[in-house]
Each structure stands twice: as structure tokens, then as C-alpha cells.
């Protein structure tokens, strides 16, 4: 059928509408008439398949990669780099205004990277049958054999060659390990590279989670704004390491610490923000509940005697006698992308902390606690956004929230 695109879906497919149905179409842009074949149908939507464009926007360009739209990593790579600004700042306001019923005039345009493409410090690969390397498809667990990905640095691109090609010693060494254990025990491999350290890192992962590095540094370091960080095979560290310099100077200019205060920082990871808002603040004290990350964190924190490290659950955390002795200038949260769940949200509002800077991957979730937020006296004041996944319709924000004087706490279920 022929259907008109009129909008943006947060899941980063474009939207028609048939017979008062929705209709979410992949690889498409708002203002495109497409050619579309109905593959899956609910009572009120409808998901489709692109056959042809009628109709195409002046915002298309031609993808550079031969498996766009086959393998499951990109989205966007055929909408030009600067409408993927517009349409991640657009996508921020309007789940802060639809779920979070806030006004949306705080979001700020999205904030873009030195790269767009070539901008991964990290990827995770599967194995074909044939043993070669791949993606697995959109919703699916078959793997798309690639050569090469465009997302990711040339030096990894190098590493997937190497691994590919039969004979090389990398090869050789994979398969002596892969030999010891029963074929089903392999789940994925993972690459990983020190942008400014030139380090590298290879690492199989089981089926039981673990990690095994094949070959590389262990662990690997990091070099962003004059700040060195130790990272371990299993510990999470921002994917674009360029855009990381963006988001620490976006968070310490939220924060705008002028030397006296006590900052709480929950999710702290391995301490990229940690070890930046230590130079700038009177203490500061992290709370993460991963062993690896709490090790690194610590490491990187050696020096500052002003900085610590508790190794819990954020919920658990915040039970603690110190944290509540403690008269907190400023939060900083950096949940995964479910967001923060409702009753450790709850705990951490008792604190009535002056200024809360919230670090989200996903739109929808922080849309929701800034919802509860907003009911228990905070203001959303400045919202940023960041690209740090050029060419997928996922994001990285920024958000401030400063607590109204005098505001009774009381928040309810959004």
C-alpha cells in the first residue's frame, strides 16, 4: 500500500497512519510516500516493510554501508547527519512532554560529536555458522557475516580482519579456546580499544556471562580531558569516547562546583564522572554495586583523597547512616536505560538535595522519573541532549534539576 510518513516514532522508525491505525515503517523519514507491505498487525498498529519510495525527503542520502538494513547495528545511516540532531532533540521533548508532562522549552538542541561514523571504542560480535564474524539481524538471532563496520574505530575494524582470516595468529588462538569448550558454550566476542592509548582488548564471552581475554591489554586505559581511567574486561565505559569528554563537561557545568560542596554519585561505574567532579568539589562519594567497576574505580581514584567508593546497590545505599548524615550539595545519578526504579526513587528524594544532575540513555525512562521528580519539588531547568550513537536513534542527556525552598516532599506513581 501507499502511505504518507508524517512523523518520528521513539523507537526511530518513521509513522503513517492507515484507517486511524498507526503504521511504524523502518528505514524511512517523515515526509516520505512509501510503498509499504504490512508484515506484522495489532488491534492499533501496524509494523511495515519498505518496498519502494514514491516520494523521498530531501533529508535522505545514500548509506555507506553494504549491510544497512541486514544486520541489526544501524537505523539511520540513510537520514543526513544534522536531521538526526533534530529528530533526537525532538524525540527528548516529546517524551518529557507526553510522559513526563513537563514543558519542553529546557531541551536544548542535540550536541554532536568530532565523528559519525568510526566513533566505537567497544563492539560486540557474533559467530556465524561458517565461524565467521557478524551482527545479528534486527529481531532475530541469525548473523549477518560482515568484513568491516563502519561505526566502529579502524583499529577494531583490523582486529575483526585479523579474526576472520584463517591461519592468523589471533585465529589460531581463538580456535585452541573455543576447542576446550562444547560448541554451545560461546555467546559472543568483544572488542575493545583505548582511543587515546592505543590500547586494545580481545574477550570471548560464555554463556555463564564470564569473560575470557583472548588477547590485549589487561585491563586497558583511557585518556579523556587529562583524566587516565583503568578500565576491566567486564566494566562498563562510554562506547564514544569523544562524546564521554562532552557529557563529563556538560555534567560539571551543570554541577557548577565552586570548590566547598559534598557530591553523591550513584551508578558511579568505574568513575568517569567521579574522577573529574573530585578535582572540582570538597568530596565526593560513589556508589556502585559491580565488583570490576568498584576495582577500577578505586584505582582511578588513588590519588584523590577526597573521593570514595561504596560497593552496593544504589537502593541499598541509601540506607546507609553516612549518606543520610550527610548534607549533599548535588546528586549524580547514571542509571542504566530502565531508569531509576520508584522506591529507591523515593529514598533518594527524602535527601532533598539542592541540585540533581540525571544522566539518561533513554528518553522514556527519564521522562518518567522527571515526572516523579517534578511532583516532589524539583524543576527541570536545562536538559541537554548528546549524539552518542551517530547513525541509531539512541541517545545520551543530560538533565538538571534543582529542588523549589520550601516544596513539601510528596510525590505519587506517574
Given at each position: 500500500m501507499i502511505l504518507e510518513l508524517t512523523d518520528m516514532a521513539p523507537t526511530g522508525e518513521s509513522m503513517g497512519r492507515l484507517d486511524g491505525m498507526v503504521v511504524f515503517v523502518p528505514y524511512a523519514l517523515p515526509g516520505e510516500t512509501v510503498d509499504v507491505e504490512i508484515v506484522h498487525r495489532r488491534?492499533?498498529?501496524?509494523?511495515?516493510?519498505?518496498?519502494?519510495?514514491?516520494?523521498?525527503?530531501?533529508?535522505?542520502?545514500?548509506?555507506?554501508?553494504?549491510?544497512?538494513?541486514?544486520?541489526?547495528?544501524?537505523?539511520?545511516?540513510?537520514?543526513?547527519?544534522?536531521?538526526?540532531?533534530?529528530?533526537?532533540?525532538?524525540?527528548?521533548?516529546?517524551?518529557?512532554?507526553?510522559?513526563?508532562?513537563?514543558?519542553?522549552?529546557?531541551?536544548?538542541?542535540?550536541?554532536?560529536?568530532?565523528l559519525v561514523y568510526g566513533y566505537r571504542n567497544h563492539t560486540q560480535l557474533a559467530f556465524s555458522p561458517s565461524g565467521a564474524l557478524g551482527y545479528r539481524r534486527a529481531r532475530s538471532w541469525q548473523v549477518v557475516e560482515i568484513s568491516q563496520?563502519?561505526?566502529?574505530?579502524?583499529?577494531?575494524?583490523?582486529?575483526?580482519?585479523?579474526?576472520?582470516?584463517?591461519?592468523?595468529?589471533?585465529?589460531?588462538h581463538l580456535e585452541q579456546i573455543i576447542a576446550e569448550h562444547s560448541p554451545g558454550d560461546l555467546r559472543e566476542l568483544h572488542l575493545r580499544y583505548g582511543v587515546h592509548t592505543t590500547e586494545w582488548q580481545v574477550m570471548v564471552e560464555w554463556q555463564d556471562n564470564q569473560l575470557s581475554v583472548l588477547d590485549g591489554h589487561i585491563p586497558i586505559h583511557e585518556h579523556i580531558d587529562g583524566y587516565m581511567f583503568v578500565i576491566s574486561p567486564g566494566s562498563f565505559f562510554q562506547v564514544n569516547t569523544h562524546v564521554a569528554s562532552l557529557l563529563i563537561s556538560e555534567v560539571l557545568n551543570a554541577l557548577a562546583l565552586q570548590g566547598d560542596e559534598s557530591v553523591l554519585e550513584l551508578y558511579s561505574g568505574v568513575g568517569l564522572l567521579t574522577v573529574p567532579i573530585s578535582e572540582l568539589a570538597s568530596s565526593v562519594l560513589g556508589v556502585e554495586q559491580y565488583p570490576e567497576a568498584v576495582q577500577d574505580a578505586r584505582v582511578n581514584l588513588v590519588s584523590r583523597s577526597n573521593a570514595r567508593i561504596i560497593q552496593a546497590d544504589v537502593n541499598s545505599a541509601l540506607d546507609l547512616a553516612e549518606v543520610h548524615s550527610t548534607r549533599w550539595s548535588a546528586i549524580v545519578v547514571d542509571p542504566p536505560r530502565s531508569g531509576i526504579p520508584y522506591g529507591t526513587l523515593m529514598k533518594l528524594l527524602e535527601l532533598q538535595v539542592p541540585r540533581l544532575v540525571y544522566v539518561s540513555c533513554d528518553p522514556a525512562s527519564l521522562a518518567r522519573d522527571a515526572h516523579v521528580l517534578s511532583t516532589a519539588g524539583y524543576e527541570l531547568t536545562h536538559v541537554q541532549p548528546l549524539d552518542m550513537f551517530p547513525q541509531t536513534h539512541h541517545i545520551e542527556i543530560v538533565a538538571v534539576f534543582t529542588h523549589q525552598v520550601g516544596f513539601a516532599l510528596h510525590a505519587g506513581r506517574p
Open positions: 488491534r492499533t498498529f501496524a509494523r511495515g516493510r519498505l518496498v519502494g519510495i514514491v516520494r523521498s525527503s530531501s533529508h535522505r542520502v545514500q548509506p555507506p554501508c553494504p549491510y544497512f538494513t541486514v544486520c541489526g547495528g544501524c537505523e539511520w545511516q540513510h537520514i543526513e547527519a544534522s536531521q538526526q540532531l533534530i529528530y533526537k532533540s525532538r524525540a527528548v521533548k516529546e517524551q518529557l512532554s507526553h510522559i513526563g508532562k513537563l514543558p519542553d522549552s529546557v531541551v536544548q538542541p542535540c550536541m554532536a560529536g568530532p563496520c563502519l561505526l566502529v574505530d579502524s583499529h577494531l575494524n583490523e582486529l575483526i580482519h585479523e579474526i576472520n582470516h584463517i591461519g592468523t595468529p589471533l585465529r589460531h
